[in-house]
């Protein structure tokens, strides 16, 4: 299994609607209420819009696409990219998404319309991940050219190059006040950038394997970062200092997250564990177990109160975030899971599958 496809946390006029495009609603019995069905290869990731109302599904099949989420109608399909969409993300007011492809691009659509709106141009190879500032005023974008770059949305032109890694960057992310971003890379390193000038502030040097992924705390005090060596670390973001090692996971830890009022730490690993940290002391908090195979993805819920993770056995399970006891389990019909997310208001989540299918399920 490519690690980069577990790690990961959408050229031309978009078409409403598709042959093969179904929303097939069902009972919330225990099997999906909404099934997401039109791609034609595996999901790269599946995401709700910032008011709940849409989902955007990332694919192999070069496209990207946007749902209704209640009743899972295919309201665009976005084609024009050359090779597998990586990721595809809402701008904070929900009104254009941002997509990172393989052919070494960006893409910028309105989700009203699905028109192309812009197409950023300039990596020397493959996008790993694309992502807007919270204000929406600029997107960063990570590549295996060895540079982030962040651009400005409206005109298509390049603002910095972040320059500086030594292998891929694998991922890349803004701080809350979109001032900074933080960049992981398989130089099994991590770096923290200014956003504006694009200059480099602290690289995060420690890690003795690939970083697959980086998150700033909700005040923007912290980072933290997740690593094949088995560990994640905690960060002084103003100095790029190390402040924890979290260790205890037995295999590659592939994201990292802090919760949402940032007094802990959320990872997954290849272990086929989630685990929870105190994000000040580093103490091992509450371990998940009972997937069967690697966990490739893990999230808070809104509110903070549950998780929901996602494993290439076949599974999602949402869990209490106090006690790690387990809330439910969804069966995603036989097929690994790619990523699994919460909807804004907390009652449904959404998985994205190798199958190409993308389901939800009420979990109330």
């Known amino acids: 299994m490519d690690m980069h496809k577990i790690a990961a946390f959408c050229l031309g006029l978009a078409v409403t609607g598709g042959p093969g495009a179904t929303g097939d609603v069902r009972a ?21 819009s910032p008011d709940g109302t849409k989902i955007a599904t990332a694919s192999s099949d070069k496209t990207a696409r946007i749902w209704d989420a209640r009743t899972g109608a295919q309201l665009a399909l976005l084609s024009g990219h050359g090779e597998s969409v990586r990721s595809a993300k809402f701008s904070p007011d929900g009104k254009r998404l941002v997509t990172a492809s ?41 590549s295996r050219d060895t540079k982030a770059t962040i651009w400005n949305p409206e005109t298509g032109a390049a603002v910095a190059d972040l320059v500086g890694h030594r292998g891929p960057v694998m991922y890349a ?23 504006g000038s694009g200059a480099m502030a602290a690289t995060l040097e420690g890690h003795m394997g690939i970083v697959h992924s980086a998150a700033f705390s909700p005040d923007g005090r912290k980072i933290a970062t997740a690593s094949s060596d088995k560990t994640a670390r905690i960060w002084d973001a103003a100095t790029g200092k190390l402040s924890q090692v979290l260790a205890g996971h037995e295999r590659a830890v592939t994201h990292v997250e802090f919760s949402p009022d940032g007094t802990r ?3 997954a690993s290849t272990d086929k564990t989630a685990r929870l940290w105190d994000s000040n002391s580093g103490a ?36 209490d975030a106090k006690t790690g006891s387990l809330v439910a389990t969804f069966s995603t019909d036989g097929s690994e899971v790619q990523n699994a997310a919460f909807s804004p208001d907390g009652k449904r989540i959404i998985a994205a599958s190798f199958d190409g299918v993308a389901r939800i399920w009420d979990i109330q």
């Open 102 to 142: 393989r052919d070494g691009t960006a893409r910028i659509w309105d989700v009203s319309s699905g028109v192309l709106l812009i197409t950023l141009s300039g990596h020397g190879e493959m996008l790993e991940y694309a992502a807007f500032s919270s204000n929406g005023s600029r997107v960063v974008t990570a």
């Open 265 to 267: 730490v959320l990872t």
């Open 173 to 195: 992310e803004f701080s809350p006040d979109g001032a900074k971003v933080v960049t992981a890379s398989s130089d099994k390193t991590a770096k923290l950038w200014d956003a």
């Open 28 to 48: 919330a019995t225990g099997a999906p209420a909404v099934v997401l069905k039109g791609h034609e290869g595996d999901l790269a990731c599946a995401g709700f």
């Open 284 to 319: 091992l908090l509450v371990s998940l177990i009972g997937h069967d195979r690697a966990v490739s993805h893990a999230t808070f819920s809104p509110t903070g109160e549950q998780i929901v993770t996602s494993s290439l056995d076949k599974s999602v399970r949402v869990w």
